[in-house]
């Protein structure tokens, strides 16, 4: 009689996911994974040809728990950018292992950043058309200026280094917009 599986592909993605967001990606290796599982290292190789399959998973996974974020993040303003900007400085500092992951990595699975923010429902492509409807005159050039900004604090968030509240970040971020603007 066969042996019963008791270890699933989901079991062992949700161990991977929850080993790269303890410990970051270059620790997700297969003994570790299996060791994260509960099982050897034979299971994971009968789900995935290699650990690039498994990474390749994670970084979809990854950017989906993003979106998720995002998607669930109280809007506070109607200011182009501004609750992006703070949802992302904030998932910096919550999730800094998912955010290097997703955002600092050199090739981020081949994605861009701008598809990786952009989602499936445009989130980018959102606010440039509401910088658009609220007067700017180039509001993809806005974007990369409030984004440059914004990366640059969600990377001090990342490494401690970034102390400011919600409020004062909220009008940091709104006072950007407009000096750009």
Not at 1 to 24: C, H, N, P, S, W
Not at 36 to 42: E, G, I, L, M, P
Request: proline share 2%; aromatic share 12%.
């Amino acid at each position: 009689m066969a042996r019963k599986e008791t270890i699933t592909k989901d079991a062992i993605i949700q161990a991977a996911f929850a080993l790269l967001q303890e410990e970051g990606i270059e620790q997700v290796t297969a003994r570790k994974l299996a060791a994260k599982a509960n099982c050897s290292t034979q299971p994971i190789f009968r789900f995935y040809k290699s650990m690039d399959e498994v990474t390749a998973e994670l970084a979809e996974k990854s950017c989906e728990f993003f979106q998720d974020y995002y998607d669930r993040f109280q809007r506070q303003t109607v200011t182009p950018f501004v609750n992006l900007g703070q949802a992302y400085i904030k998932f910096a500092g919550e999730h800094r292992e998912l955010f290097k992951f997703i955002f600092l990595s050199p090739d981020r699975c081949g994605r861009s950043m701008y598809d990786i923010l952009n989602g499936s429902k445009g989130n980018v492509s959102r606010e440039i058309q509401s910088a658009t409807a609220q007067g700017s005159r180039n509001a993809g050039d806005l974007f990369t200026k409030m984004w440059i900004f914004i990366h640059g604090a969600a990377c001090m968030s990342l490494t401690g280094d970034y102390d400011l509240s919600d409020n004062e970040t909220m009008q940091l971020l709104r006072d950007s917009y407009h000096s750009f603007k």
